[in-house]
């Protein structure tokens, strides 16, 4: 059975697929024309894909929630971030004001 933290849980992840997670993971290395950017596509996209798998494994509502904040705010590796932008692509910290709204709606 379902109970509503499962459900915050998944309106949050959902959140996160189709705000960047998803974005980024569906970007075709055809849509740029220098090796430079289809190089940086595949690095974020594995980088992505691990980050995903991992906001994926966490169980409740609140570890999302918590997860999402502990990395923008020890975000080491703003060069994911840089790239992001370069291929003009979403980040984590461009979706930041809504996710929080979003938490607020939730009450996570």
Request: charged letters at 45%; proline letters at 5%; glycine letters at 0%.
């Amino acid at each position: 059975m379902i109970g509503p933290d499962d459900r915050k849980r998944e309106e949050l992840l959902k959140f996160l697929n189709q705000k960047v997670f998803d974005p980024i993971l569906r970007a075709l290395p055809e849509d740029y024309e220098s090796e430079d950017l289809k190089r940086k596509l595949q690095n974020v996209k594995r980088r992505t894909k691990s980050e995903k798998h991992q906001f994926h494994e966490l169980q409740a509502a609140e570890e999302v929630k918590k997860t999402y904040l502990a990395d923008l705010d020890f975000r080491t590796d703003r060069k994911t971030d840089h790239e992001l932008d370069e291929l003009k692509l979403p980040s984590l910290p461009r979706v930041k004001d809504e996710f929080l709204r979003l938490c607020e709606e939730l009450r996570v």
